[in-house]
């Protein structure tokens, strides 16, 4: 297996819905459904918070959604757990500032999908070397969903990346709705994840599809 080219994943990170139990008033494989059905184009399993599952739970809903995942050709990503991420044989991982170094991570996922979250240039110009395939840019607009986000940044980083030639695939993620994700699109990045906007929505599959033309201007 090789790594995955830019182009390719430029497509699938398009519309990146990231979700976990403590994200959903319903069931979160009927929301993942739902959000399928409404168009998104890649996974996150991110189960974190205080009421998160641990241990046989977490593992169980983990396989439930990427069961999903792989019935509608939706690509699987694990946050933060890179254990979890091996046992399941997912698509891929995605790590922050905080997680285990990119490079250890890289060996240990082979060629798999390997995102970073990154704040600075020097985040990005560290992580490109040690082998990111992808950036999370953010948080863009203020986000309740992580309590320990760092300050908010507007697209300026997103642009800024791209005005010093930096071309790796990347989406912003932060407080991104339907009224906010064509800017994000406008400042360069190939795509926009979003947890609640999707997650907490009313018609779940009409939040996605409504996602989705706004990022596919
Ligand atoms: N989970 C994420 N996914 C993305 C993605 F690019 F995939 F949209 N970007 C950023 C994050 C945030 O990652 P991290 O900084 O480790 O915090 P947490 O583990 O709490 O999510
Ligand atoms: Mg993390």
Do not use: W
Request: hydrophobic content about 40%.
């Amino acid at each position: 297996m090789t790594r995955i080219d830019s182009d390719s994943l430029r497509d699938i990170l398009k519309l990146y819905f990231i979700m976990g139990s403590t994200n959903c008033y319903k069931s979160p494989a009927s929301v993942l459904k739902d959000a399928i059905a409404g168009g998104i184009t890649l996974f996150q399993f991110r189960e974190k918070g205080i009421d998160a599952l641990t241990g046989d739970a977490k593992f169980a809903l983990a396989e439930e959604l990427q069961t999903i995942c792989k019935e509608h050709g939706i690509p699987f990503i694990v946050n933060d757990d890179i254990d979890l991420a091996i046992s399941l044989e997912a698509d891929g991982v995605h790590i922050g500032q905080e997680d285990a170094p990119v490079d250890e991570v890289r060996k240990r996922i082979g060629d798999k999908i390997l995102g970073v979250s990154v704040h600075t240039m020097e985040e990005a110009l560290t992580a490109m070397e040690a082998g990111a395939d992808y950036f999370g840019v953010g948080p863009i607009f203020p986000t309740k969903t992580k309590e320990d986000a760092k300050p908010v940044q507007g697209v300026q980083h997103i642009q800024h990346f791209r005005e010093k030639g930096i071309t790796i695939p990347m989406v912003g993620i932060g407080g991104i709705t339907m009224e906010n994700a064509l800017k994000v699109m406008k400042a360069g990045a190939d795509g926009v994840s979003v947890i609640t906007a999707i997650s907490k929505a009313t018609d779940i599959t009409k939040a996605a599809q409504r996602l989705r033309e706004q990022v596919e201007y």
